[in-house]
């Protein structure tokens, strides 16, 4: 079993910034993807950004691109997502999710599948306020 924790969500004026944590414990592995989901009230789970833990690579979602980043520290376990120029539309819960399928380590386009991600985080509530 991987458990994985969030931390750093919070209340943000629109257009400020927030680092997000995801701290991994548990039967981990260097052959997994790392993932940030978010959801808000009565919207399906979106996803933000996946990074490969072997190798570092990144990749997106449209609404996400250029604003936020995301990263590991191998050494700590742990995956970040920086995020900048907030608006009020980034409110929601944001998950961190893990997965070691082969499919979503080789294919770039199965990163983006929530079902394809076996751990999740409690989550952690993102506002960001007008």
């Known amino acids: 079993q991987v458990q994985l924790v969030e931390s750093g969500g919070g209340v943000v004026q629109a257009g400020g910034s927030l680092r997000l944590s995801c701290a991994a414990s548990?039967?981990?592995?260097?052959?997994?993807?790392m993932a940030w989901f978010r959801q808000a009230p009565e919207k399906e789970r979106e996803f933000v950004a996946a990074?490969?833990?072997?190798?570092?690579?990144?990749n997106y979602g449209d609404a996400m691109k250029g604003r936020f980043i995301i990263s590991r520290d191998i050494a700590k376990n742990m995956v970040y997502l920086k995020m900048s120029n907030l608006n009020p539309e980034d409110s929601a819960v944001y998950y961190c999710?893990?997965?070691?399928?082969?499919?979503?380590?080789?294919?770039?386009?199965?990163?983006?599948?929530?079902?394809?991600?076996?751990?999740w985080g409690q989550g952690t509530q993102v506002t960001v306020s007008s």
């Open positions: 999710a893990a997965s070691g399928r082969s499919e979503v380590l080789t294919f770039v386009g199965r990163r983006s599948r929530a079902a394809l991600y076996e751990y």
């Open positions: 548990g039967r981990t592995s260097s052959n997994v993807a």
């Open positions: 990074i490969t833990w072997n190798g570092g690579y990144t």
